[in-house]
């Protein structure tokens, strides 16, 4: 079974930075197409970043362009989320997710609490 967890969430400043890492309990991690996703009270819950298997691909939603940058160590079997620039509108549970193709569902992560106060 697959397990994903997640760690660096915490309390930041606007204007400071945190690194999120999510490491996938499994081998193969190059096999999935990994991505962030965050969901803040009373949101829905929404992509803000994937890459592909490679690492070759990347992709943002508009609002964290620029600030935000998603890599992957396959090596590691851990994805990162380095979030710069941090916006008291970037406060949400931020959640990791693996999937094996694009008509796959998502496997998640038991999410991490980022608070950016102003």
């Known amino acids: 079974q697959v397990q994903l967890v997640e760690s660096g969430g915490g309390l930041v400043q606007a204007g400071g930075s945190l690194r999120l890492s999510c490491v996938l309990s499994?081998?193969?991690?190059?096999?999935?197409?990994m991505a962030w996703f965050r969901q803040a009270p009373g949101k829905e819950r929404e992509r803000v970043a994937h890459?592909?298997?490679?690492?070759?691909?990347?992709d943002y939603a508009d609002s964290v362009k620029g600030r935000f940058t998603i890599s992957r160590n396959n090596a590691k079997d851990t994805v990162y989320l380095q979030m710069n620039s941090l916006k008291p509108e970037d406060t949400a549970v931020y959640y990791c997710?693996?999937?094996?193709?694009?008509?796959?569902?998502?496997?998640w992560g038991q999410g991490t609490q980022v608070t950016v106060s102003s």
């Open positions: 890459v592909s298997r490679s690492g070759g691909t990347t």
């Open positions: 997710a693996a999937r094996v193709s694009d008509y796959a569902t998502y496997v």
């Open positions: 499994r081998r193969a991690f190059s096999s999935y197409a």
